[in-house]
């Protein structure tokens, strides 16, 4: 476990933190050695390396938001938005999870858990020990979460869950999942609950993995329940807040998917820049012709933008100051320059961008995800206008 700063309320800035500093020398020097070397085997094989999450937890990054007391490294968001952006320039499909596994399930037992459920679950959540799921996503609803159909009865002193979810990240291999679960009427924002549900528990159930055009070495699959009995102890804050609840998750995570975006457009434009320096036409390096300066030049200043949003988002959640707006703006703009510069990245390597000899490629598949999780950009540009209409 990394010893870092106590966080403290923070201002923008535009210099790193030593404790950024530390965390993008650390991802740097891990990448190299643990995952360049299999990144694209596990593409090709789709193949979840659960012990490189195992190592991650155990240099503290499986916990990043998690305060010392409960095993985890207390860091800011800030420091959050450089941990995943880092290891997102290396590969995007280990910052995915990296960030499911951390503001989704991790983040939402740390806003709404109670003490008891802080104290039993955290730690080992932390430290990667256990793998984390969230499921709110089902087959037919999408971004409509309010016409779910995955029910939650009460029994007793249970609860019995039925229905199932998809595009859950980690759901055959995570240990503990935050699931989603209508308790009330169909189209009731009050009528959701939060879960936590342990694997193993009968009537939980994975199913199919999806077979991906990107992100493919972080898992995703469908997770069903049958009569699967949840005791009230494992109710997350109050029944009837599950949507709210993940309404606020849903604001943080959206910092993570524009920190994923943002290392994704990172990366692409390294390799595209690096590779113009190198390829030769016509006597010179490619990096002279204006047209392929002037793409770069496009490409570096959409990544800065994007950063400075993204951190301002980072630095709002920090200090406990609304997000909604600011972070679907970093989610949306982000995730759409992703796209924009991995494209340009693959024109720039010509043909061999298409192969998968060279880098680009991967960053195109990857990047598109970035559009479509945690709320499309069309959803974005929906909350954004609710926003500044109101």
């Known amino acids: 476990m990394i010893e870092v700063e106590e966080p403290a309320t923070t201002s923008m800035s535009f210099e790193l933190t030593e404790n950024q ?14 995952i360049k070397p299999k990144m694209m085997e596990w593409d090709e094989s789709q193949e979840f390396p659960v012990e490189v999450f195992k190592q991650l937890g ?36 280990i910052g995915l999870s990296m960030a499911a596994h951390n503001s989704l399930c991790t983040g939402h037992i740390l806003q709404f858990g109670n003490e008891e459920q802080k104290q039993k679950y955290l730690p080992k959540l932390a430290t990667a020990e256990h793998i984390g799921a969230w499921g709110l996503t089902e087959p037919n609803t999408g971004s409509d979460a309010g016409a779910m159909r ?8 249970h609860w019995v869950l039925n229905g199932s979810k998809n595009f859950i990240t980690h759901g055959k291999s995570g240990d503990i999942a935050v699931i989603i679960a209508r308790t009330g009427e169909i189209g009731d924002n009050h009528g959701m609950s939060a879960f936590i549900v342990e694997k193993g528990t009968p009537g939980f159930t994975p199913g199919k993995k999806e077979d991906k055009l990107g992100m493919r070495a972080s898992e995703t699959t ?15 804050g109050k029944i009837g807040d599950g949507f709210i ?6 604001d943080g995570g959206r910092i993570s998917i524009a920190s994923l975006g943002l290392g994704i457009a990172k990366g692409a434009f390294e390799a595209a820049t690096a590779y113009s320096k190198e390829r030769e036409q016509f006597g010179k390096p490619i990096s002279e012709f204006q047209a392929i300066s002037f793409k770069l030049a496009d490409m570096k200043v959409q990544i800065e933008a994007a950063e400075l949003l993204t951190f301002k988002a980072a630095y709002l959640k920090q200090n406990g100051k609304p997000t909604t707006k600011v972070s679907s703006m970093a989610k949306y703009y982000t995730s759409e320059i992703a796209v924009k510069v991995a494209t340009e990245g693959v024109q720039i390597f ?8 060279f880098p680009a490629e991967k960053y195109y598949r990857d990047a598109k995800l970035c559009t ?19």
């Open 21 to 34: 500093k530390m965390i993008t020398d650390m991802i740097k020097d891990f990448g190299k050695k643990h």
């Open 58 to 93: 155990e240099l503290g990054l499986m916990g990043v938001l998690v305060p010392t007391e409960y095993g985890g490294s207390g860091f800011t968001y800030p420091d959050y938005v450089t941990a995943i952006t880092e290891i997102s320039k290396i590969d995007g499909s």
């Open 150 to 157: 995955t029910t939650a009865v009460e029994d007793g002193d």
């Open 222 to 236: 469908e997770i069903s329940f049958q009569d699967c009995r949840i005791h009230k102890d494992n109710v997350l």
């Open 245 to 250: 609840q993940s309404l606020k998750i849903l």
């Open 350 to 357: 010509g043909g061999y961008g298409y192969t998968k000899e």
């Open 372 to 390: 479509i999780g945690e709320g499309t950009s069309e959803i974005q540009k929906m909350v954004i206008a609710r926003e500044i209409l109101k």
